[in-house]
């Protein structure tokens, strides 16, 4: 009998998270009519709670840990969790693994354009980062405003759109692969579609005074969390190109989410190997002016001796072996 975890049985309890979302949110639904206005406040607290933690936890790890030896239990964890977090998982994989983790929140080049999609820098002018403001929640606008696009248009529920270029481009080239990356795109985002529908059958003023606002906000702090796992850090040098926090309450619940460094020097390890990551690149790390902050990224604003290293450095790359 083939196993079932393709890198350990601990990722269930990300399934476990996943399915418990996944019956949550329709209950929550079901009882805002009735609610107390602080009971429907607590909702809303608790839903930014649960997409934001999936976001940033839960989905990120998937795209790059996948849980199951199975392409079809992962294809189904993908589908499932693109209701959770109001977008497609593979389509988010597509982009953060193959996009951002390519050119690591790189700088400007000649054309004036990043090659990181979700570069810090994008719009940012004179060589600095974007405002924290026009990062995440102008982003945060850009996404809610994608997604709904995807919804009003049939086309795009059935394939990903010629006008895609972007998604398309990260596809793999290998025709069996590729054809197989594009169908989950589109089966994530029927899912996501036909959970949206259920959810305003249950309850269209929950959908839409409930869940639309606190989808806006969860993708607003997950953009403030990528903003401070980048923010100052020196995209030339693979050892300072990111933020790491050590604190050990935030690794545990977060399952190591803060050793970011090290997952941008080796983004295909589990996240269990993380602290090994640091061990292997101890000599390197060490000797390297890097940024290690005091608190999470998600509230790196409270950083504010934060040192600007991507002012001082120079534009020489840092080679790994």
């Known amino acids: 009998m083939n196993r079932i975890w393709k890198h350990s049985p601990r990722d269930a309890i990300f399934v476990f998270l996943c399915v418990a979302q996944l019956m949550l949110m329709p ?21 930014v709670f649960m997409t934001t933690y999936n976001i940033i936890i839960i989905a990120h790890l998937f795209t790059h840990t996948p849980w199951f030896e199975s ?7 993908s589908a499932l969790n693109s209701f959770n977090i109001g977008q497609s998982v593979q389509a988010y994989q597509l982009s953060h693994v193959r996009n951002h983790h390519r050119y690591n929140n790189d700088r400007k080049g000649p054309d004036g354009q990043t090659k ?3 570069s810090t820098f994008r719009d940012g002018r004179n060589g600095e980062h974007a405002s924290l403001s026009r ?4 982003g945060a606008l850009s996404t809610l405003m994608d997604v ?8 795009r529920l059935w394939r990903v759109g010629d006008r895609e270029h972007a998604l398309r481009d990260l596809a793999a080239r290998e025709p069996v692969r590729r054809a197989r990356e594009l169908q989950q795109v589109r089966i994530d985002r029927m899912v996501h579609f036909a959970g949206t529908c259920i959810l305003l059958a249950i309850s269209w003023r929950w959908t839409l005074l409930c869940y639309l606002p606190a989808f806006y906000l969860s993708l607003a702090l997950v953009n403030m969390q990528n903003y401070y796992e980048h923010y100052g850090a020196v995209p030339e040098d693979r050892c300072a190109d990111s933020a790491s926090y050590y604190g050990q309450l935030y690794n545990l619940l977060a399952f190591n989410d803060g050793f970011h460094q090290e997952h941008h020097l080796r983004p295909q390890t589990h996240w269990s190997l993380l602290p090994e990551v640091r061990r292997e690149f101890a000599t390197r790390l060490d000797t390297t002016r890097r940024i290690i902050s005091p608190v999470p990224a998600i509230i790196g604003f409270l950083d504010w001796r934060r040192p600007l290293l991507h002012r001082e450095a120079s534009t020489a790359h840092s080679d790994l072996p």
């Open 71 to 77: 392409p079809t239990l992962n294809g189904i964890a």
């Open 116 to 118: 990181d999609t979700s």
């Open 135 to 138: 990062y995440a929640l102008a």
């Open 148 to 155: 709904g696009r995807a919804h009003l248009s049939l086309i």
């Open 27 to 47: 209950a929550l639904a079901a009882k805002w009519d009735g609610a107390s206005l602080p009971q429907q406040a607590g909702t809303f607290a608790l839903l």
